[in-house]
DNA sequence: CTGTTAGCGCATTCAC
DNA sequence: GTGAATGCGCTAACAG
């Protein structure tokens, strides 16, 4: 009864005698005990890289909302960029019984291992696990789209990015996105990936701009590579936008107060949290389970930092 | 045995044959089980703002370090903004036996409620509770010391500071810390609060600006309001550091990208996530438990932001 | 409709 | 030095 089952008959003059008792002596269910009868802890367990990059914090947040909502706590794992690990090492949370299972937003594939798919309730959040069927991510060639189509429009015919590396399944998505949307339109794009850092980004901009054909329109993967990008440009003396235009893939509030506000597309990384532990819940509850994609509208949120190319016309 | 009991007589052939069992069988010890029969989950719960600011995914990294350090897993509670509770609403956490202690790490103070201690064992982090003996804080006084006075010595004599609202302890203590500190070296100090964003930082460094007079040097107290900062700047005409030095009390690896690139004091935050879950981890094991004032040293990061005011001759 | 009981998996105590 | 028994606090199944 203290559990509220439904589906139970009783007086209520004791319901409320029981009701009072509880309240009275403050008396607290025993999650542990609980969960040794149940054989659920209703917790989760999430590894996450816990980075300098806002979006993180947004899907944590998203995810903790909806944990919450399902009556589940969260406990967090953190993943370093210089100590990663393949996700059966986080098996044994479930296997221990500390957690029910398991959300993994490690964005980065580790290449080189045979993937060995894991055996306890799980979901591979912003990246496509060796298993289907677990995979919560977001529509990165939707947000390709509007990057290439963005840039069309204004008249771009070619473009670069500069991006992380491609074992993040992220990037590597929206490279062959970026890929087929710029043949689809007759562009030409070309690439550098390097460290999602700013110094990584400076680099990387600095090799995309010694490329024969400078790009006139950039778009660059997260919030620190930004960083770097511009100060490369301004190194180099390029003007935003008119020697070149940006598009971050990274929105933040930050980029509204720049010197040259920065244009971006927007990713739902709140319902991307929330949609990973919703559908680990379901597989935990036994319920099927496919990969889902989040629908939630991309925007574009366009500020100044694009325009049309020095010399050519707009379109239309 | 299996818990590794030191002191346990037993014949190596029995052990020996255990442990190869234990190997082949892939048992795994229950987690609840022992929690329920110790009386200790090995969880800690943390409630912090998921926030954009990175310097929460340091002090989140250096709690969960520790954390595993001591063999105990932290979950993670998420207190927005816009739903600021009490600590004792935590409770119920370790009430419940779903986690040993509580963690405190936002930074928020409740006001007008009658400061109710907590009864389970807890931390605050980065702040103080109403109940002496439980705090884990940085060295905020040191930190305006080195902004005041590399300041001092740079020849200023009016500086201003725009930072979060007082009901933050952090800000409280600098706000105390930098009107002493500036009173002693004969320098005067004007303050604007606003909100930890960027909107915020705008808003008061207009404010601050339109003050009759104009200090010549800023301190900003977090990174979101300083891009607001840089913009005000920007719109008035003021020139960094030509007509207004600048100095962020938040560190991160941006900065050193910005335009002009920013001087920052650089604060232990990982030391201060860790020094948290250590003096915890001592609370739930019974251990006496005073406040903790992190001594690592904090580092004044010299780069472009900061200059002699204009016409000032240098002293010394 | 209500009160009693068995057992979840472990650690600890007690016989052997 | 080793095995068996007890109980942590809960829920579900059962007897009254």
Known sequence: MLSGDANLTIRPETRDRILLAVREQGYRPNAMARALKQSRTGALAMVVPLLRNPIWSSIQRGALQAAAANGQVVMILDEPP????????????????????????????????????????????NRRGPDGGNNVVMDEEGAMRLFVEHLAALGHRRIGVVDA???????????????????????????????????????????????????TAIGVGNLNQLFGMLK??????????????????????????????????????????????????????????????ITDPLVLVERSSTASPRGARRPR
């Open 165 to 215: 590396f491609k074992v993040i399944d992220t990037v590597h998505r929206r490279t062959a996105a970026t890929r087929a949307l710029c043949a689809e339109h007759g562009m030409s794009a070309t690439f550098e990936h390097a460290v999602d850092t700013e110094v990584g980004g400076y680099d990387a901009t600095l090799r995309l701009l010694s490329r024969r054909d400078v790009p």
């Open 82 to 125: 210089d100590d990663l690990r393949s996700p059966i090492d986080y098996q044994y949370l479930i296997e221990e019984s500390r957690a029910d299972g398991l959300v993994i937003a490690t964005a980065q594939r580790l290449t080189g291992t045979r993937p060995q798919s894991l055996t306890v309730p799980h979901v591979y959040l």
């Open 232 to 293: 490369a440009l301004r190194e180099v003396g390029a003007a935003v936008p008119n020697d070149v235009s940006l598009i971050s893939f990274d929105e933040d509030d930050c980029l509204e107060f720049l010197e040259v506000p920065i244009t971006s597309v927007s990713m739902p990384l709140l319902q991307l949290g929330a949609a990973a532990v919703e559908a680990l819940v379901d597989r935990i509850n036994g319920r099927p389970g496919t990969d889902v994609m």
